[in-house]
């Protein structure tokens, strides 16, 4: 049980990044910020 546990809370914690990097990449004003968060969301 604790597999499926930890495997919905990743597609949780995956979906909220995703959400806070598509805010953060509306936010943006400038194509260098837009590249570097990009860059960023990439690495990890």
Not at 10 to 39: F, I, K
């Amino acid at each position: 049980m604790s597999s499926v546990t930890s495997s919905w809370r990743q597609r949780r914690q995956a979906a909220r990044t995703r959400r806070a990097l598509d805010r953060a990449l509306a936010r943006t004003s400038s194509p260098a910020m837009r590249d570097e968060l990009l860059t960023m969301a990439n690495g990890r």
